[in-house]
């Protein structure tokens, strides 16, 4: 671990993932806002030129056992004077359907996705608790909203996040700590891989009409995302320290970031409504008839 000076009065936010993708792109937007930055990788050769920039490096692996987590984060904590705001922004891609995809794909995408988000969350909530202050940024995806084919376990990792960050946040808010969801679209980050997005799992013909376009979509998009990162990361910023689009406004429990998540968000809710409007009496008649 190691250590770069930073003024006392500035927050320090702490990020998992930061070797790419969002977690690079919020730590140098952090940096250019005099923000103390934590910036973790599990291997940190990987993050060593964030250290010239004024990040304060740390190894993290979210799929560390929690005691090994729980005492890494006292040590941060410590060093820093106490974390403010934890961004759980590890995670990555397993393309395939269902059926083609393996147990052990299920354990590598929830391994990093959802329980290494767990243990992370869970190594620093007694430090917030002591504190009665701190903020969890949980970033999940427009897949956290909406489900795709060829991506169900990448899906079923985001709509994890989504429902664990709502019941937290029901959970630690008389506590004083707060949580919010972010749901990125697509931005022109590595994510899909500098050397190409991931290979879609799949042989078996039936799904063709399903894994073919995946592949094609994620090898149009890759380099191509039509999203800025940077403009990305200040909006969290923003929305987590109330300032620019942040100001006079409630940190959010979901903050869409794209138009596309936009998009996203706001069809989900008309298909919702949709089958509500079909459904309401026939859904509401199920109760016993005694009740009133």
Same mark, same amino acid.
């Given at each position: 671990m190691s250590s770069s000076s930073a003024s006392p009065s500035t927050s320090t936010w702490f990020i998992t993932g930061c070797s790419g993708g969002f977690g690079r792109e919020l730590v140098l937007a952090l940096l250019s806002r005099n923000q103390r930055v934590v910036a973790t990788a599990r291997k940190l050769d990987s993050i060593k030129d964030l250290e010239k920039k004024g990040a304060v490096l740390a190894q993290w692996d979210v799929t560390d056992e929690l005691e090994v987590l729980q005492k890494k984060a006292k040590e941060i904590d410590e060093l820093v004077g106490g974390v403010?705001?934890?961004?759980?922004?590890?995670g990555f891609l397993v393309a395939g359907t269902f059926e083609e995809t393996s147990p052990a794909d299920d354990h590598r995408q929830f391994d990093t996705n959802v329980f290494g988000f767990l243990n992370t969350t869970r190594?620093?909530?007694?430090?917030?608790?002591?504190?009665?202050?701190?903020?969890?940024?949980?970033?999940?995806?427009?897949?956290?909203?909406?489900?795709?084919?060829?991506?169900?376990?990448?899906?079923?990792?985001?709509?994890?996040?989504?429902?664990?960050?709502?019941?937290? /946040?029901?959970?630690?808010?008389? *506590?004083? !700590?707060?949580?919010?969801?972010? +749901?990125?679209?697509?931005?022109?980050?590595?994510?899909?891989?500098?050397?190409?997005p991931p290979k879609v799992v799949g042989s078996i013909a039936d799904y063709h009409a399903v894994t073919e376009p995946m592949e094609a979509a994620l090898n149009a998009y890759n380099g191509k995302q039509p999203g800025d990162p940077s403009k990305g990361s200040h909006l969290i910023i923003d929305a987590v320290l109330g300032e620019g689009w942040g100001k006079g406004k409630?940190?959010?429990?979901?903050?869409?970031?794209?138009?596309?998540?936009?998009?996203?968000?706001? /069809?989900?809710?008309?298909?919702? *409504?949709? !089958?509500?409007?079909?459904?309401? +009496?026939?859904?509401?008649?199920?109760?016993?008839?005694?009740?009133?």
């Open positions: 403010g705001v934890v961004v759980n922004n590890a190594a620093f909530l007694p430090l917030f608790r002591s504190r009665n202050s701190g903020t969890f940024v949980n970033i999940s995806s427009i897949a956290g909203v909406q489900g795709y084919g060829a991506s169900g376990l990448y899906c079923s990792s985001k709509f994890a996040i989504e429902g664990i960050t709502e019941s937290l /946040a029901a959970e630690v808010s008389h *506590l004083g !700590i707060r949580c919010t969801i972010v +749901e990125p679209g697509y931005f022109r980050t590595n994510f899909l891989g500098a050397g190409g409630e940190l959010p429990l979901r903050l869409p970031l794209g138009p596309d998540a936009v998009a996203t968000l706001e /069809a989900k809710a008309r298909e919702n *409504l949709k !089958i509500l409007e079909e459904w309401r +009496e026939a859904s509401a008649s199920t109760n016993h008839e005694d009740v009133v």
